[in-house]
């Protein structure tokens, strides 16, 4: 036999009153879906904290007493430039999500958000595919095989929409002759196409939505997933937490970041020795020539530091041989 206890509020010294934290600049969204692609949105359902949330969290675990050293935004700047990531854990968003099947793919591998999909087992598939106009049709990139470069001229970008067209509109016909026929839903979805729309619930805390933010709204990232990476960054989050929100793009999406051979590269191309820099480069495999073609090999890690000198010090780096 368990004994009965009562359960109440007890009398503390440490009682003080809890006002919800709210941000009326997210609650003037609340509900609102922002177009991406042809067809589709993300909304936000539901929110926990703001920036006055990761402060809080951030002053307990300094602990009670402990004098205060910095001013909110300080504080949460220097929690994100030393990746003191806990007290971002404090906040949570909730998402309504409508995304091509190719693009939520990729968006499904976050696996620190909480998530449900709509169900193409249990309901009829959305009946909608993500369309290509033909202006948009991008070339496979020559040197990123993940990549795309440039555009496909229009006039043939309006022969692979229009086929684009005929494919989606045949994958759906049959798809809707199986349901017709009385094929199971979850066996007759399997020819749909990826372009097929599908919806979710997505939730995470504030530190890995940042994290999915970084990878997804970099130039790396495929565009289809950037766009919605990009709109949840600039029109959610911003509005969200504002000052994370520059605190984050200051200390990682423009931030640089150089290995320890480039930092070594660099001290010698800012002391004034371009030739020191390229025997150290030389010495890590980086210069090789193509005598054929009268240039350096490719080389990735090479050119990777030379696109940063140039894009953020407009420094153009010329290896002597
Ligand atoms: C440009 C780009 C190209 C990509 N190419 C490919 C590809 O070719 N093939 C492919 O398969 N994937 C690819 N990915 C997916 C990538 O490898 C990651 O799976 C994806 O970006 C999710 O990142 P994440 O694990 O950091 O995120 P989350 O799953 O949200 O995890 C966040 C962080 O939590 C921690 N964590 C989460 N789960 C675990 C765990 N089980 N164990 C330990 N730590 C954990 C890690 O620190 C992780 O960084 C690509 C991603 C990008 C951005």
Redesign the pocket.
């Given at each position: 036999m368990t004994e009965s206890v009562e359960y109440g509020p007890i009398e503390s010294p440490h009682e003080e009153k809890i006002v919800r934290v709210t941000v009326p600049e997210m609650d003037a969204i609340l509900g609102r879906p922002f177009r991406i692609l042809d067809d589709g949105f993300v909304r936000v359902v539901d929110y926990l904290g703001g920036d006055e949330s990761i402060v809080q969290a951030a002053r307990v675990s300094y602990g009670r007493g402990t004098r205060r050293l910095h001013e909110d935004r300080g504080l949460i700047r220097y929690l994100m430039r030393h990746q003191h990531t806990t007290p971002f854990e404090m906040c949570e968003i909730k998402l309504h999500v409508r995304v091509p099947m190719d693009a939520w793919r990729?968006w499904i591998?976050?696996?620190?958000?909480n998530v449900n999909e709509y169900s193409t087992r249990y309901s009829i598939a959305i009946d909608k595919s993500q369309a290509t106009s033909p202006d948009a049709w991008r070339r496979q990139a020559s040197g990123n095989r993940?990549g795309s470069e440039g555009l496909i001229p229009p006039e043939v970008g309006a022969r692979l929409s229009e086929r684009e067209r005929e494919l989606q509109r045949l994958a759906r016909q049959i798809y809707e002759e199986r349901i017709e026929g009385g094929v199971a839903r979850e066996q007759a979805r399997k020819d749909l196409p990826l372009s097929t729309y599908t919806e979710a619930y997505w939730k995470?805390d504030l530190w890995?939505l940042l994290?999915?933010l970084g990878?997804?709204m970099?130039r790396?990232?495929?565009q289809e997933i950037r766009e919605y990476a990009c709109a949840i960054g600039h029109e959610i989050v911003a509005a969200w937490v504002p000052v994370t929100w520059q605190a984050f793009l200051d200390y990682t999406v423009h931030a640089v970041r150089f290995s320890s051979l480039e930092a070594e590269v660099l001290k010698r191309l800012l002391s004034g020795d371009p030739a020191g820099a390229s025997d150290l480069a030389r010495s890590y495999g980086w210069l090789e020539r193509d005598e054929a073609k009268g240039k350096w090999k490719r080389h990735r890690e090479r050119s990777e530091f030379e696109v940063k000198m140039r894009e953020r010090f407009g420094y153009a780096v010329s290896w002597s041989r």
């Open positions: 990729q591998r976050h696996r620190t958000a993940q995470v890995n994290r999915f990878l997804r970099d790396h990232a495929q």
